[in-house]
């Protein structure tokens, strides 16, 4: 079986955490994969329920470096995207 990465912003957790499906999301064959700066969109009860699953191997939080920073600045991404959604997408 082929495993699928999924990387996320902080939506897809809002939604998940509002609709009580986080579970079945991270019940699923996937990897999990978000930053630090999307952790940190969320309230602190929303953090607390992702740190489990980080603690669990089921998540994984990446810090992104000062270099790749300096490549989101340099991209020509539409000005409609959050800081955020840049870095999900540079770790992308």
Do not use: G
């Not at 999924?6 to 986080?22: G, K």
């Not at 810090?63 to 539409?78: C, G, H, M, T, V």
Request: no cysteine.
């Amino acid at each position: 079986m082929r495993i699928k990465v999924v990387i996320t912003d902080a939506n897809i957790f809002i939604d998940l955490y509002d609709l009580e499906l986080i579970n079945h999301f991270f019940s699923l064959y996937f990897e999990i994969h978000t930053t630090t700066t999307v952790l940190h969109e969320l309230y602190s009860e929303q953090q607390y329920l992702l740190f489990a699953y980080k603690s669990a191997n089921k998540l994984t939080i990446h810090n992104l470096e000062e270099e790749d920073f300096i490549n989101i600045y340099k991209e020509n991404y539409p000005k409609s995207l959050s800081e955020t959604d840049k870095t999900v997408l540079q770790y992308s």
